[in-house]
Nanobody, 131 residues
Framework: QLQLVESGGGLVQPGGSLRLSCAAS????????IGWFRQAPGKEREGVSC????????NYADSVKGRFTISRDNAKNTVYLQMNGLKPEDTAIYYC????????????????????????WGQGTQVTVSS
């Protein structure tokens, strides 16, 4: 059964850090780029970061560049998002997703991820940044 499960969200003060995990089951990550997205109340879901299947390429939204770091461990079938210097505007539900296939593009992360490029989604984990 194909599944993506996010974890690691929570409540932190501005300037704090969180590390999100995206654990996959039912498939292996080796041939898929993985994206992180977020959605705040009343807002559209937006791309935060993506990582190519090999981990060799990453991209970030301008709003998080320099603060967030995406990584993956294909042996553990897991992708991570390290979030530092968190701001109140980072408050959202964070989702991970698998790049749509088939084809070679499913392995690619060439720019900030777009929702329509991804097919399987986790249930999300809440990140709240507040004092």
């Amino acid at each position: 059964q194909l599944q993506l499960v996010e974890s690691g969200g929570g409540l932190v003060q501005p300037g704090g850090s969180l590390r999100l995990s995206c654990a996959a089951s039912g498939f292996t990550l080796d041939y898929y780029a993985i994206g992180w997205f977020r959605q705040a109340p009343g807002k559209e879901r937006e791309g935060v970061s993506c990582i190519s299947s090999s981990g060799g390429r990453t991209n970030y939204a301008d709003s998080v560049k320099g603060r967030f770091t995406i990584s993956r461990d294909n042996a553990k079938n897991t992708v991570y998002l390290q979030m530092n210097g968190l701001k109140p505007e980072d408050t959202a539900i964070y989702y991970c997703a698998r790049r749509r296939g088939p084809g070679i593009v499913q392995a690619m992360c060439l720019m900030t991820p777009r929702v329509y490029e991804y097919d399987y989604w986790g249930q999300g984990t809440q990140v709240t940044v507040s004092s």
